[in-house]
């Protein structure tokens, strides 16, 4: 590479191409690839988050028909609905 030639790179990141270039160009590039990056790492961290609440929240009710159904005298609370 000559001097003062900047060599340009095309990257595909998510949905969004950036252009990545030498000298102060690539500082603020990879600057909003890392603040890309790190959106990407933070919806993430919700979905696993809402999934870890889910299947929380579905063993609570498992516990609860279980719970509801041995006071109730049955073993299978789907046997009162007749399935």
Do not use: C, F, H
């Not at 990257?11 to 790190?38: C, H, K, N, P, W």
């Not at 961290?45 to 109730?72: D, G, I, K, P, Y």
Request: aromatic share 4%; proline share 1%.
């Amino acid at each position: 590479m000559l001097a003062g030639e900047t060599q340009v790179e095309q990257r595909d990141i998510g949905s969004a191409y950036v252009r990545i270039a030498g000298g102060d160009g690539a500082i603020r590039v990879r600057t909003v690839v890392m603040a890309a990056l790190e959106d990407k790492r933070k919806k993430v961290q919700w979905v696993e988050s809402q999934r870890r609440a889910l299947a929380r929240n579905s063993q609570q009710r498992s516990a609860t028909v279980a719970r509801q159904a041995s006071r109730a005298g049955t073993q299978q609370p789907e046997s009162r609905l007749g399935y």
